[in-house]
């Protein structure tokens, strides 16, 4: 049976073994629990056999006492016999010899291994001298009882000795069975000194030092972990992505400093494009009057000179209208828009433009796309300035490209704006997306209008990156949350 039990236990131990990596918490575990398990069998199994043991030996034991009792009352009889003369004493003996001849044949195995075969024979020799000593003394033909008396001394003190070794192996045995708590004691403290190691090394220093180093990132340090000890698959596994977190982080952080400045400027702004937005309608108004008045009756020279009034008015109030776009903070309508209507409806703001300048455009639209959630207005100024970016920056007789597609991020539509241009140095890209930061000539660009796609973008959940490499042209990619499994209404963005 206990045989049956650690073969079951070793099988399951190894089938473990082959699903949990040894190198793994699980693992760990698995191989202490599983070291424990086999030395709690092991121990029952020597507790069952030591059990069965003393079980059998108490048996014997009681043996060896009818032995020794069979002979005593032999040799009362016996000395019946010499004390009264009776003969019938001497048969009764005799039935005393018979059970004790019997005992000692069914004890000779154990008695052989008690006290050796040489002691064994000896005693049954003894016996036999006896028996034959009686019988004569019975018959008359004896003279000598003091032989009958000397052996049945011997043989009562050779059954004695028996009884005696006897209860020393039980003794032995008793103690054997008594010393084995203290083993399962020992071996308990010994399987939780590699738990307690484990617990310590494997789980509580790496993770003392994963918070030391989350405290350090909430204060703006974003070096990764260096840990040497114990490294468990668990904890390796988080070490690394905690890693990953550190070195994402460190990347976006020039996003996050980018959307804090944007908010700064937004506020800041917002109160000078309201001051301004006024004086320079005024401006306009007053202008496009008196050049209505003196149309005719004035010089060329002066006309000049109000339609220039009029354009650099004009150009201020697009420049505050930009302002404003970009420190607004009401939130717009949203609704579900279909991809193919977005890049329609913002097309159709500059087709002209690909004509003047003999441009051609094309769309890649991966079919059957789900709708995303925003305002088209404010898309449609999104797209028309990346256009009108890719306009000016590719040379006569170029393509610009609008793809449409999955993003490679889950859950997020990718529209892409391709130009041809000679592209955006690398040590610039990261300002271009800042306000009034701006790479035309002077008078050409104000620096809002990426400025202000970003902050649109934002506002919709999603993200504006460039990608260009000098020479190969410049790659705007707009990434715009879908509403494939929710309602408009159910976004955070998209409530009205």
């Not at 016996?78 to 044949?105: H, M, P, T, V």
């Not at 032989?147 to 050779?158: A, D, F, I, V």
């Not at 006897?166 to 103690?175: E, G, S």
């Not at 070490?239 to 800041?268: P, S, V, Y």
Request: overall charge neutral; hydrophobic content about 45%; glycine content about 8%.
């Amino acid at each position: 049976m206990a045989t049956d039990m650690g073969a079951l236990a070793r099988q399951a131990v190894r089938a473990g073994w082959r699903l949990v990596n040894p190198g793994s918490i699980k693992g760990k575990i698995l191989t202490v629990f599983s070291a424990a398990f086999l030395s709690i069998m092991a121990l029952s199994a020597l507790n069952l056999w030591n059990i069965g043991t003393l079980k059998e030996r108490l048996l014997l034991s009681e043996r060896y006492d009818d032995l020794l009792n069979d002979i005593l009352e032999a040799r009362r009889f016996e000395k019946n016999f010499f004390i009264y003369g009776d003969r019938q004493s001497l048969q009764e003996s005799k039935e005393y010899l018979d059970r004790i001849d019997a005992l000692a044949a069914g004890l000779s195995p154990d008695l052989t291994r008690l006290v050796g075969r040489e002691s064994f024979t000896a005693f049954v020799g003894k016996l036999a001298d006896y028996r034959a000593t009686m019988e004569r003394l019975g018959a008359g033909n004896g003279n000598s009882p003091d032989r009958l008396r000397s052996l049945g001394k011997q043989l009562t003190g050779e059954a004695d000795r028996f009884r005696e070794i006897k209860r020393a192996r039980i003794h032995a045995a008793i103690l054997r069975i008594s010393a084995l708590p203290f083993a399962f004691l020992l071996i308990f403290l010994a399987l939780m000194l590699p738990v307690v190691l484990l617990i310590s090394r494997g789980l509580l220093r790496p993770l003392n030092v994963i918070t030391g180093t989350t405290r350090a990132v909430g204060r703006g340090d974003f070096s990764p972990i260096h840990y040497d000890g114990v490294r468990l698959e668990e904890i390796s596994g988080l070490i690394e992505a905690f890693n990953r977190m550190a070195r994402e982080l460190e990347i976006h952080q020039e996003d996050l400093i980018q959307a804090r400045k944007i908010a700064a400027i937004g506020t800041f702004t917002a109160g000078i494009a309201h001051e301004l937005n006024n004086p320079i309608n005024n401006i306009v108004l007053t202008a496009d009057s008196l050049k209505e008045e003196l149309e005719g009756t004035t010089e060329a020279e002066n006309m000049e000179m109000l339609a220039d009034i009029l354009t650099q008015a004009e150009r201020a109030a697009g420049i505050v209208k930009n302002l404003l776009d970009f420190s607004r903070t009401e939130k717009p309508v949203f609704s579900e828009l279909a991809p193919e209507r977005i890049v329609a409806s913002s097309v159709d703001l500059v087709k002209n433009q690909f004509k003047t300048v003999g441009m051609q455009f094309e769309t890649s639209i991966v079919p059957g796309l789900p709708p995303i959630c925003g305002n088209l207005a404010n898309l449609q100024q999104v797209f028309t300035n990346l256009l009108l970016n890719a306009i000016q920056a590719s040379p006569q007789g170029e393509t610009i490209l609008l793809r449409v597609e999955h993003a490679d991020r889950p859950g997020f539509l990718s529209f892409a704006v391709q130009d041809h241009g000679k592209g955006i140095p690398e040590e610039i890209q990261h300002k271009i997306f800042e306000p009034f930061f701006t790479t035309k000539e002077v008078g050409k660009g104000t620096g809002l209008g990426l400025a202000v796609s970003y902050s649109i973008v934002k506002r919709h959940g999603g993200t504006l990156a460039v990608h260009s490499e000098p020479g190969c042209g410049a790659t705007f990619t707009v990434l715009l949350p879908h509403v494939a499994r929710n309602s408009c209404n159910d976004l955070p963005w998209g409530s009205v």
